[in-house]
């Protein structure tokens, strides 16, 4: 199965596989462009723990706060009602969310993120390496690239699936446009099929 992205940068697809190395060599010539003040910055790929065909690589300055990152993951793949999350550093808790990446995170280290307790969404992150990048004003995270989003069939025609029942969850409840209409389950059940890891999960419509 394909599962391909975009480069935020340059606008052309790559496969999975392929777009850490395009964007380790794409990202050092759109800087070499740019006549901006340099930061230290870590390149960072985060996936869904379970559905890791859901794929994003962020560009995040060194200095930055954990808090950050946080706010970054929510209102990019996750928000829906404010539940609680928490960062999973050598395999321990970590609750500081006012510590500087550079404190708690080292290049080539993996970690983890869950987004809520209940009905959790569990993330992997990897820090590629340590680079430069633009300083901006105020610290920001810099989409650098996000999987396209993967062909969901519905379970019952094979037409396009525009919806899923989270009583009958992803694993078959996916529904198109006209067998949405025809099924059992109460409407309030039914999510949009959105692009991130928390399709399906609690409220989330993206
Ligand atoms: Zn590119
Ligand atoms: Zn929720
Ligand atoms: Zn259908
Ligand atoms: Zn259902």
Not at 16 to 22: D, R
Not at 24 to 32: H, Q
Not at 174 to 182: A, F, I, M
Request: charge should be negative; proline fraction near 4%.
């Amino acid at each position: 199965m394909s599962n391909r992205g975009e480069c935020l940068l340059c606008h052309s697809k790559f496969e999975k596989s392929s777009i850490t190395n395009h964007l380790k060599s794409c990202s050092k010539k759109k800087l070499a462009e740019s006549s901006k003040k340099r930061e230290k910055t870590y390149h960072i790929v985060v996936e869904g723990k379970y559905y890791p065909q859901y794929w994003m690589h962020i560009e995040v300055p060194i200095d930055a706060r954990l808090s950050l990152l946080d706010q970054f993951l929510r209102k990019t793949w996750l928000e829906c009602c404010s539940h609680m999350s928490e960062f999973v550093i050598d395999g321990e808790p970590f609750d500081d969310m006012s510590q500087p990446l550079k404190n708690c995170i080292e290049p080539k280290e993996t970690f983890e993120y869950i987004y809520d307790f209940g009905t959790s969404t569990e993330l992997k992150l990897k820090v590629i390496e340590e680079q430069e990048g633009e300083k901006t004003s105020r610290e920001s995270i810099k989409l650098l690239a996000r999987n396209e989003p993967p062909d969901i069939s519905c379970d019952f025609c094979n037409d396009f699936a525009e919806y899923v029942c989270v009583e009958c969850t992803l694993d078959g409840g996916c529904l198109c446009k006209k067998c949405v209409n025809n099924h059992e389950c109460d409407e309030e059940m039914l999510l949009p099929i959105v692009n991130s890891p928390r399709v399906g999960e609690c409220d989330y419509r993206g």
